[in-house]
């Protein structure tokens, strides 16, 4: 499965554009996941303070600019991006995310709605890719 990774440093509105950009690219998606990685980036700097990981038939999205858990443009972003897979999605739900989750949360698209669920081993085998695997597996 192709990952297509976002550059450094981009702000919520460049992160949106890169996903507008490449949504054809993923086909069906199956899964959203956020993920909180400031342990892993205090150690190494090439990894990013978080990541929202959208997963789809064909193709991965890796975007560092996009955040949750609190009021701010960031999680009102991220709200944008899953609003174009589920319109029933409300800021409120990704504002009640907790910011500094000791696993990643993962939204399932379940008939084009997406699906809080616990994060697992197969969402987590989809992210394996030489050298793009995430530092901190839970499988």
């Known amino acids: 499965m192709r990952v297509i990774k976002e550059g450094r440093l981009k702000s919520t509105r460049e992160s949106l554009m890169f996903f507008k950009d490449h949504f054809r690219e993923l086909g069906k998606v199956k899964y959203i996941i956020l993920y909180y990685a400031e342990r892993e980036w205090s150690i190494n700097k090439k990894y ?23 009021y701010g443009q960031g999680p009102y972003g ?25 696993y990643p949360i993962m939204f399932e698209n379940v ?4 699906v809080l669920r616990p994060y697992n081993e197969s969402a987590s085998s989809l992210l394996y890719r030489e050298g793009d695997r995430l530092p901190r597996q839970m499988f």
């Open 78 to 102: 991220l709200f944008e991006l899953m609003q174009m897979i589920d319109p029933t999605i409300t800021y409120e739900q990704i504002v009640s995310l907790e910011w500094m989750a000791e």
């Open 111 to 114: 008939d084009n709605k997406l």
């Open 48 to 70: 990013y303070h978080q990541y929202v990981i959208v997963i789809g038939e064909r193709a991965q999205l890796w975007i560092s600019g996009l955040t949750w858990g609190y």
